[in-house]
């Protein structure tokens, strides 16, 4: 099978994010975006992105998982050296209607 092929995020681009229903919750606005090799993510990040307890190991232990499912379904070996797209972003509009 082959990788999924996406376009990368923008410094700048808006997108919609979406509940489980489909239902846009809010819009937000990529603020940067850096390519990271997965053993070399910091603390920092891991912090900021939110994952688990935000510690830097239980970060890798969410996306490690992550990497190896992906690289099941493409035929390819899980590599510490995987390509990470960090997107930071900010909430710029939350669909205040949209909640019950």
Not at 77 to 91: G, H, Q, T, Y
């Given at each position: 099978?082959?990788?999924?092929?996406?376009?990368?995020?923008?410094?700048?681009?808006?997108?919609?994010?979406?509940?489980?229903?489909?239902?846009?919750?809010?819009?937000?606005?990529?603020?940067?975006?850096?390519?990271?090799?997965?053993?070399?993510?910091?603390?920092?990040?891991?912090?900021?992105g939110?994952?688990?307890?935000?510690?830097?190991?239980?970060?890798?232990?969410?996306?490690?998982?992550?990497?190896?499912?992906?690289c099941?379904?493409?035929?390819?070996?899980?590599?510490?050296?995987?390509?990470?797209?960090?997107?930071?972003?900010?909430?710029?509009?939350?669909?205040?209607?949209?909640?019950?």
């Open positions: 099978m082959k990788p999924m092929v996406k376009s990368l995020p923008c410094v700048g681009d808006h997108w919609t994010v979406l509940d489980g229903e489909r239902t846009p919750v809010c819009v937000c606005r990529t603020l940067s975006v850096e390519e990271i090799p997965f053993d070399e993510v910091t603390e920092e990040y891991a912090r900021w939110g994952e688990g307890d935000c510690s830097r190991r239980s970060w890798r232990q969410i996306y490690w998982q992550y990497i190896c499912l992906e099941t379904r493409i035929g390819r070996d899980p590599n510490l050296k995987a390509p990470m797209i960090m997107e930071r972003f900010a909430v710029v509009d939350i669909h205040l209607w949209q909640i019950k």
